[in-house]
């Protein structure tokens, strides 16, 4: 489900009074987000109007996903919720969300977000799981450069883990994860596969990984995948307050 994700946007770091994560997790970078892309409007997974421009003031560590991904997504999810009860362990939780934005707003609604959010219970209060005109998610996601397209299923065709039902297509997507900081500038990003430390996703999402999903999750690719510790050193960059797995 891997795509390339642009880096053009990127520029030199700008300064700041700690040492940006070594380039060995990822990259750096110090770029504006526009209030055009920062208040599209999204929806979280109480059905509530909300945006990227409501988290001004945190950090905000932003993944691309989809509820009905197999392969990497239910890994992301696992990794940021495990770096969220971190910051709440840590007491920086208030400064600190997390964003899973998805790259299938046709099937992601909020009551399929909820779900999800019930497999990690109890879900930290500081990470979101959010939806939204297909616009929208459109436009954020070209914003940072990620990419996603609709392609056919699988056969067999897998099984839905919230319906029951087969599925009809996949959304092919890159995996990344985003790190803005509070002032909404974007500062590094993480293009690499999540490496749970062998911590599998909640049930069903685990047993709906596929072959790949299951070697991802077992047999992570050295140099090519990030942990909890690495994502939690760009956490602590960019607030000034050291959190520890």
């Known amino acids: 489900m891997v795509a390339g994700i642009s880096l ?16 060995s997790i990822g990259t750096a970078i110090n770029v504006a987000v526009p209030q055009s892309i920062l208040t599209l409007p999204l929806i979280d997974a109480r059905g509530k109007a909300t945006s990227l421009a409501a988290y001004r003031g945190k950090v905000v560590v932003l993944g691309d996903s989809l509820s009905l991904c197999q392969e990497v997504c239910p ?4 990794n940021l919720v495990q770096m969220a009860r971190a910051t709440a362990r840590a007491g920086t939780a208030q400064g600190v969300q997390f964003v899973q934005l998805t790259v299938d707003p046709g099937r992601d609604s909020p009551a399929r977000l909820s779900a999800y959010r019930e497999l990690f219970r109890p879900a930290p209060a500081n990470w ?11 436009e954020i996601w070209h914003f940072f450069g990620v990419a996603y397209s609709r392609v056919p299923e699988g056969s067999p065709a897998a099984v839905d883990w919230w319906t029951g039902k087969k599925l009809t297509y996949d959304v092919q997507h890159s995996d990344v994860v985003l790190f803005l900081d509070a002032r909404q500038r ?11 430390g062998g911590q599998a996703p909640p049930e069903p999402l685990a047993t709906f990984l596929s072959d790949e999903g299951r070697k991802n999750l077992t047999q992570p690719e050295a140099g090519a995948s990030w942990t909890v ?8 960059w960019l607030t000034g307050k050291t959190v520890q797995p």
């Open 128 to 138: 979101s799981t959010l939806t939204g005109p297909a616009s929208s998610i459109k």
């Open 75 to 78: 890994l992301l999810g696992a």
């Open 229 to 236: 510790a690495d994502g939690l050193r760009v956490v602590s």
């Open 186 to 196: 974007e500062r590094f990003i993480i293009d690499a596969t999540p490496n749970t």
């Open 8 to 23: 053009s946007c990127a520029s030199a770091c700008g300064s700041s009074a700690r040492t940006a994560p070594a380039a």
